[in-house]
């Protein structure tokens, strides 16, 4: 018998605050030692009585007994409970929060290793299952669970997102600690908008001391935008650090709708000094992207198979083909000549001196074998004020992008011209002399040459994971029209 020998009564009392509790009481809770879920899963001494926290994925009943798989967040993989179907189990439904106290055993299944037998279980927190958005055992699409964003990490598929986003985030850091990269928080709120990165969004105080009268509005006294690039903050640090970054929130403000394109996303940014030569740029970005890639698919390998298996088949190979391959270098010069002998139909012009749009860099992208692409000096025009030209190649700047499969740019960096007569005299022509005032003394006290990058982090988990469209790969996507929470 299951639980006679530890003499169990079933219990059922009121809950002060979440209604029904059902226990099988034999224990103090609070005294026995607490266990993740990954970690129950992976025990390799069985008999220990423990205790688990989380949350029903599924309920079954068989003859007397009643098996529950409970799923905490720290694995894709949920715990096998086993538990009498005597107990009164209406409130223990698909989606409800419980804590569990009961004998890790090895399981008689093959799939897992270990299940729990439970002798106390209590329903924290009761789910309606008729009014649950998500259905035991069905596979939502990523279209659908995005109208939830309050309730989208309890699915399987989201939840994996954001365990594979926090572990990529973690081998970003990791990658810039090992290559002795100092981290510099950029502000969110600044002065400049890092000449035309993209639209702003202004800030402006909504509380009493927001001002009315004529120069001097607005709580800062200067217009302020949420910062579109952390890029000529970097570049200040680069004055006393060879090497630094930055990782942080990032705000467009483009009025799209597009699957790549978001109100709100993270960069990854850096500038390295004393290099006059775009090649060192593209190492740190090359290495960046394998070194945080090899570090997910080691620590993340169920979520991200997940993904390649339910939501973009056929995924995992590309990536592998990505990863194992050099990424490949053309010229802008040599991608315009490219897009002019194929015979695909344009929309956009493919004229020498025009950017490079979407439907360009897709093509470049396939041309060059579904690996990633980089395309370097660009039209110097095209490049704003603190882009460097190449001195050896006429009207081109040390410019490039990365561009990826099924995503596109992933990254844009430049050498920074760190002449000051030659910059003074490009910010004359701009009339942005007096704004930059500050940016020209940089070239006045101990410049050196310097370039850095920046890498959109939505677009780089969308490019690992083959997901089609930016918003799932965010825990609360920002767009034009939508600020949902
Ligand atoms: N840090 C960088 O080079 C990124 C660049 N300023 C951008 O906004 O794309």
Redesign the pocket.
Known sequence: MLFGKLGCVLLRRTCPYRGIVTIYRCHSQKSLKKLRICEALSQKETGEYVRIQGWIRSVRSQKELLFLHVNDGSSLESLQVVASSELDNRHLTFGCAVDISGNIVKSPHKKQNVELQANQIQVVGECNPVDFPFKVKERHGLEYVRQFPHLRCRTNTFASLLRIRSEATAAIQAYFKENHFVQIHTPVISSND?EG??ELFQVESAGRDRSTDGESSGFFSVPAYLT????LH?EVMAGAFPRVYTFGPTFRAENSQSRRHLAEFYMV?AELSFTDSLEDLLVVMENLFKSTTDCILSRCADDIALFHKYVAPGHKERLDLMVKNRFKVITYTEAIDVLNRSSEKFEFSTEWGCDLQTEHEKYLVKHCGNVPLFVINYPYDLKPFYARDNEDQPHTAAAVDLLVPGVGELC???LREERLELLHARLERMGLEDAYQWYLELRQFGSVPHG???MGFERYLQCVLGVENIKDVIPFPRFSHSCLL
């Open positions: 890092c990165a993209g579109v690039s952390g890029q970097l940014e844009g960096g430049t850095g990058f920046g």
